[in-house]
């Protein structure tokens, strides 16, 4: 194995861990809450 | 038509758009869907609050939950996107990401081309790392939650593809508009006129997802091969990338968006774009032009 290969390898794995970490504190509540409101912000409102 | 690699890379971009904005509908009520499937991050930079989209914005979900009181920086949305820029680095940019196609589609325009000047090209880093990480994080209001900076002060997706579709159809957000709004519409009419004389002046400059991506490049399993011989030095790709790179010199730069262009110009078929990473392979790859 590359050592390239070797180091996607090892990010991927950190990636896994993350968003299952991420999914567990309850993350995908406030990106849920977030993305189904109209943004103010994001459309200049403030 | 001859069935390019450009062709080809045109009809994912095309099918990836609307993919990721398959509720059309949405546009003429005024309203944004509100499903479950916007728990998911989008690949590319897609703004939430277009009534098209059925995702999430991946550089959004990152400031939602860092401005979030009870958690700080997002493990998941960062996850996300390092996941997606492992496998694939920049070249979600140059495939996957609806502003990256209306951004080609604005290129295409008449007008005097330019190339960006190399040190603006850094400015995408202060923006990820000031608006995007530490901003909703440190700078909290009196109830605790941080500011989504860089939706709020910079985005031109936004104002783009939530903004002005949501201003046409709602009166009752045109009486709220004010400096801010002014503001962004003065960045969005700059990257109009960016992206049109300069390609892909949003993901050269501001694009802080773009930024992440490219910094994955030197690790992503999809990938640029230079044959070790073979290069006359005729500069063909140099002159042929949109991202104003040499890919010879630097296969891996953070700008390089996988497109392919500088594989399709190269007289001598030493460039390559591909997963595979076996020197023949990927040189057959690079030469399939047809």
């Given at each position: 194995?590359?050592?390239?290969?070797?180091?996607?390898?090892?990010?991927?794995?950190?990636?896994?861990?993350?968003?299952?970490?991420?999914?567990?504190?309850?993350?995908?509540?406030?990106?849920?809450?977030?993305?189904?409101?109209?943004?103010?912000?994001?459309?200049?409102?403030? | 038509?001859?069935?390019?690699?450009?062709?080809r890379r045109k009809i994912i971009q095309v099918a990836a758009f609307g993919f990721t904005n398959s509720?059309?509908?949405?546009?003429?009520?005024?309203?944004?869907?509100?499903?479950?499937?916007?728990?998911f991050c989008s690949p590319g930079l897609n703004?939430?609050?277009c009534?098209a989209a059925g995702f999430?914005c991946p550089?959004?979900?990152?400031?939602?939950?860092?401005?979030?009181?009870?958690?700080?920086?997002?493990?998941?949305?960062?996850?996300?996107?390092?996941?997606l820029?492992?496998?694939f680095?920049?070249a979600v940019c140059g495939y996957l990401c609806p502003f990256g196609l209306i951004q080609e589609l604005?290129?295409?325009?008449?007008?005097?081309?330019?190339?960006?000047?190399?040190?603006?090209?850094?400015?995408?880093?202060?923006?990820?790392?000031?608006?995007?990480?530490?901003?909703?994080?440190?700078?909290?209001?009196?109830?605790?939650?941080?500011?989504?900076?860089?939706?709020?002060?910079?985005?031109?997706?936004?104002?783009?593809?939530?903004?002005?579709?949501?201003?046409?159809?709602?009166?009752?957000?045109?009486?709220?508009?004010?400096?801010?709004?002014?503001?962004?519409?003065?960045?969005?009419?700059?990257?109009?006129?960016?992206?049109?004389?300069?390609?892909?002046?949003?993901?050269?400059?501001?694009?802080?997802l773009?930024?992440?991506?490219?910094?994955?490049?030197?690790?992503?399993?999809?990938?640029?091969?230079?044959?070790?011989?073979?290069?006359?030095?005729?500069?063909?790709?140099?002159?042929?990338?949109?991202?104003?790179?040499?890919?010879?010199?630097?296969?891996?730069?953070?700008?390089?968006i996988r497109c392919?262009?500088?594989?399709?110009?190269?007289?001598?078929?030493?460039?390559?774009?591909?997963?595979?990473?076996?020197?023949?392979?990927?040189?057959?790859?690079?030469?399939?032009?047809?």
């Amino acid at each position: 194995m590359g050592r390239r290969t070797f180091k996607g390898i090892a990010l991927l794995a950190v990636a896994a861990g993350l968003i299952t970490a991420g999914v567990m504190r309850g993350e995908l509540i406030v990106v849920l809450f977030r993305a189904v409101h109209v943004c103010l912000e994001c459309i200049g409102l403030g | 038509m001859k069935f390019t690699r450009n062709v080809r890379r045109k009809i994912i971009q095309v099918a990836a758009f609307g993919f990721t904005n398959s509720h059309l509908g949405n546009f003429a009520a005024g309203s944004i869907y509100k499903g479950s499937w916007k728990n998911f991050c989008s690949p590319g930079l897609n703004c939430y609050s277009c009534p098209a989209a059925g995702f999430a914005c991946p550089i959004g979900a990152m400031q939602a939950v860092g401005g979030s009181p009870k958690f700080g920086i997002s493990f998941y949305a960062v996850g996300f996107v390092l996941a997606l820029g492992v496998i694939f680095g920049r070249a979600v940019c140059g495939y996957l990401c609806p502003f990256g196609l209306i951004q080609e589609l604005l290129h295409k325009v008449p007008s005097p081309k330019k190339r960006i000047p190399k040190p603006l090209t850094y400015i995408k880093y202060v923006l990820l790392a000031g608006l995007v990480l530490m901003f909703p994080v440190f700078v909290a209001d009196s109830f605790g939650y941080g500011s989504p900076a860089f939706c709020e002060y910079i985005c031109p997706a936004g104002t783009l593809e939530g903004g002005i579709p949501l201003l046409l159809t709602h009166p009752e957000l045109r009486m709220q508009l004010g400096g801010l709004f002014i503001l962004k519409a003065a960045i969005l009419v700059l990257t109009i006129v960016g992206c049109i004389v300069i390609c892909r002046f949003f993901c050269k400059v501001m694009c802080p997802l773009g930024a992440i991506y490219g910094l994955l490049n030197k690790v992503s399993f999809y990938r640029m091969h230079v044959a070790e011989t073979g290069c006359v030095s005729c500069g063909k790709c140099r002159d042929a990338c949109p991202m104003d790179i040499n890919p010879v010199a630097r296969p891996d730069s953070a700008e390089c968006i996988r497109c392919g262009k500088c594989a399709a110009a190269c007289p001598e078929h030493i460039l390559s774009v591909g997963f595979v990473n076996n020197q023949s392979k990927l040189i057959s790859h690079g030469t399939d032009n047809s």
